[in-house]
């Protein structure tokens, strides 16, 4: 019996200590068009800010799929993501994507929720800032 007990909570304390690793994968970005105009695909013309490092991510799609309902409602009605006026959680992906017969490796960034309001100097990489 206590070796049941022992081995039970090794397991809840495993994936108790795997949870912040989990969370760490996500990070808060604010997404927006840069202003930049391509003229062949793929298209550097939306970039993403990640708050946690400062580093600029330049042709970046999103993937609001995995938004909440009333966030996806707030999302749809206005361009909010396009002119970088919230900051959104999620994380960074690498998806294969085949443009004009070529295969590209492209980033994504899946956004899971709306975090808050972008402040304008998160804003800057943006181009209507």
């Given at each position: 019996m206590?070796?049941?007990?022992?081995?039970f909570?090794?397991v809840?304390a495993?994936s108790?200590?795997?949870?912040?690793?989990?969370?760490?994968?996500?990070?808060?970005?604010?997404?927006?068009?840069?202003?930049l105009?391509?003229?062949?695909?793929?298209?550097p013309?939306?970039?993403?800010?990640d708050l946690a490092?400062g580093?600029i991510?330049?042709?970046?799609?999103?993937?609001?799929?995995?938004?909440?309902?009333?966030?996806k409602?707030?999302t749809?009605q206005?361009?909010?993501?396009?002119?970088?006026k919230?900051?959104?959680?999620g994380s960074?992906?690498h998806?294969?994507?085949t443009i004009?017969g070529?295969?590209?490796?492209?980033p994504?960034?899946?956004?899971?929720?709306?975090?808050?309001t972008?402040?304008?100097?998160?804003?800057k990489?943006?181009?209507?800032h």
């Amino acid at each position: 019996m206590f070796a049941l007990r022992l081995a039970f909570l090794g397991v809840a304390a495993a994936s108790i200590c795997a949870l912040p690793a989990f969370a760490a994968a996500e990070s808060s970005y604010v997404y927006c068009d840069n202003g930049l105009r391509c003229f062949k695909a793929p298209c550097p013309s939306n970039s993403a800010l990640d708050l946690a490092t400062g580093q600029i991510a330049k042709g970046v799609s999103i993937d609001a799929s995995r938004l909440p309902q009333a966030d996806k409602a707030i999302t749809d009605q206005s361009d909010v993501l396009y002119a970088g006026k919230i900051v959104v959680r999620g994380s960074i992906e690498h998806r294969t994507q085949t443009i004009t017969g070529k295969g590209y490796n492209l980033p994504w960034l899946v956004a899971t929720r709306i975090v808050r309001t972008a402040k304008d100097s998160e804003r800057k990489h943006c181009s209507s800032h």
